[in-house]
């Protein structure tokens, strides 16, 4: 399974973007799929997960209300809608598969990552 985000870019304090993943082989809807991301000098964190057939979500405490994570099993994307960004959640994000399709995966338990895409958030 390849996965490809993208959807990254700047924006301002405030301010909202959307992250894509693509997938390819494998049988989308049998994942688990998250989204992580890492800012300079820190470890990996989670952000959001949803789960096979886009029934269930997760989100970590600090975007909850502001995030949203869907997935399309036709499309084979899934997809995080980010609103009301600040200046701290600068970072590279990454997209993820947990091909056991657990509720909820771990960080090491997920199998598959993309390449990650950067969002920078500006004052």
């Known amino acids: 399974v390849q996965l490809q985000a993208c959807g990254g870019g700047s924006v301002q304090v405030g301010g909202s973007l959307r992250l894509s993943c693509a997938a390819s082989g494998g049988t989308f809807s049998r994942y688990t799929l998250g989204w992580f991301r890492q800012a300079p000098g820190k470890e990996r964190e989670f952000v959001a997960a949803?789960?096979?057939?886009?029934?269930?979500?997760y989100y970590a405490d600090s975007v909850k209300g502001r995030f949203t994570i869907s997935r399309d099993n036709v499309k084979n994307t899934v997809t995080l809608q980010m609103n009301s960004l600040n200046a701290e959640e600068t970072a590279v994000y990454y997209c993820?598969?947990?091909?056991?399709?657990?509720?909820?995966?771990?960080?090491?338990?997920?199998?598959?990552w993309g390449q990650g895409t950067q969002v920078t958030v500006s004052s």
């Open positions: 993820a598969a947990d091909r056991y399709g657990r509720v909820w995966p771990r960080l090491y338990e997920y199998d598959y």
């Open positions: 949803i789960s096979r057939f886009g029934g269930s979500t």
